[in-house]
């Protein structure tokens, strides 16, 4: 009887401590989690450029303002640390259409013609455009100004190639860019009325407004959800368990394909009440891309990462995803036409292996095609008007460059021509 009084002793005090252990963690989670982008997902962290970026109340993270910018003219040291810690909703801030710069509300504002129809594009990185290669030369350059001990040179990783808001600018629309990389339908459900309102403020009428969002949503960020970071209380505090605890055994996106639903939904309801017409566009993805690479010549950070966490379910999908893409080249560069069919199937299971890097998933895609048939809503797909072999389309792992930029511009402009 000693003997069983010893060991349920030792076994309560074993569960106090890992219960603590647990709380601990959570705690510590929750006060050092990086609520902007991807915090959890160790490869598309290391995308993060933290110059882009400045701390928003309610949707975590936006773009810097001028005056926030350490690049700018204008940049202000006093003005940034009351705006951080008076958590404040700033003004809106935008990637400028056919002008290298980020822009304020007035400034986009004073640049319209609001004799032409004005197209609000929401969306995220794919919307504002951006090169993964870039960030990758600033880290490169900035470890090297380190040990040199110099000032770091800077290359923005926005206005590298000319987005679909700039092309559709082209068509003879006035075109606002709101895309904010990161940004996932809980986002856009929040910053979309935003928008509006402060449009409205400044008597611009939006006569549409289209809707970029799914790649962000699918993707894995160490099985934390996006409500997570923004709700309070026990419901963040299971949340956060919830994504420790599972992350070994189980791959939990972002948002929900349910969630993600909920969200579009959402942000075409806000759109209509606004007496403004939405519509979906289908994200598109490359074929031809290596699993879980952020950047071109970092194939050896996926091994080594890995490596580093192959006790979580993501990284083991990853390495089944790498051979099965291997495969798919190998059958690809091959001459006959039956293999090259082979090996577009091949690069579709690789996708959907993949959840390191943002590649919108298939159910998402319809989820997406669900709710545009169930609100009535036009949705541009040019996916299929992408070939396989897709290395001029995309700069990376999603984000599309001029031709399908131009592909999405003519679908938009064919949409508008229809009502």
């Not at 995308?47 to 204008?74: C, E, K, M, Y």
């Not at 007035?106 to 969306?123: I, R, T, W």
């Amino acid at each position: 009887m000693k003997n069983w009084g010893f060991k349920l002793a030792a076994f309560a005090v074993s569960s106090i401590i890992s219960i603590a252990s647990a709380v601990g963690y959570v705690e510590y989670k929750i006060r050092t989690s990086d609520t902007s982008i991807f915090g959890h997902n160790p490869v598309i962290a290391k995308q993060v450029d933290d110059h882009n970026f400045f701390p928003d109340p309610s949707l975590g993270h936006r773009l810097t303002p001028a005056f926030a910018d350490i690049f700018n003219d204008d940049y202000d040291k006093e003005k940034v640390e009351v705006a951080r810690k008076e958590e404040i909703v700033l003004p809106s801030s935008f990637i400028g259409v056919y002008a290298d710069e980020i822009q304020t509300i007035d400034e986009v504002v004073a640049s319209l013609d609001l004799d032409k129809p004005v197209v609000l594009n929401l969306g995220d990185s794919s919307t504002s455009g951006w090169d993964s290669d870039v960030v990758t030369r600033n880290n490169k350059a900035r470890r090297l100004a380190k040990i040199q001990r110099h000032e770091p040179e800077y290359e923005n990783p926005f206005f590298q190639y000319e987005t679909y808001s700039d092309l559709l600018a082209e068509q003879g629309f006035s075109v606002i860019n709101t895309g904010t990389p990161g940004y996932t339908t809980y986002q856009g459900k929040l910053y979309i009325e935003r928008l509006l309102n402060e449009f409205e403020e400044r008597n611009v009428e939006v006569d549409y407004v289209t809707i970029y969002f799914g790649n962000n949503d699918s993707v894995w960020n160490g099985n934390f959800e996006e409500s997570y970071f923004f709700s309070e209380g026990i419901e963040k505090r299971l949340g956060f368990l919830r994504a420790s605890l599972t992350n070994r055994f189980s791959v939990i996106p972002k948002v929900s394909v349910e969630d993600y639903k909920q969200n579009l939904r959402k942000i075409i309801e806000t759109v209509m009440e606004h007496n403004t017409e939405p519509i979906l566009i289908r994200p598109v993805i490359p074929s031809y891309w290596h699993p879980g690479l952020r950047a071109e010549g970092r194939e050896a950070e996926v091994w080594k990462l890995m490596y580093e966490h192959n006790d979580q379910r993501a990284f083991r999908d990853l390495e089944r995803a790498i051979s099965v893409y291997e495969d798919a080249s190998l059958l690809y560069d091959a001459s006959t036409e039956a293999n090259r069919e082979q090996a577009q199937d091949l690069f579709a299971q690789a996708q959907e292996l993949d959840y390191i890097v943002p590649r919108i998933k298939p159910e998402y895609v319809e989820a997406l095609q669900e709710v545009a048939v169930e609100m009535g809503i036009s949705l541009v797909d040019v996916q299929d008007d992408i070939p396989v072999d897709d290395r001029d389309y995309f700069v990376d792992y999603c984000h599309p460059i001029e031709p399908a930029n131009l592909l999405i511009a003519e679908g938009i402009g064919e949409v508008i021509a229809s009502f």
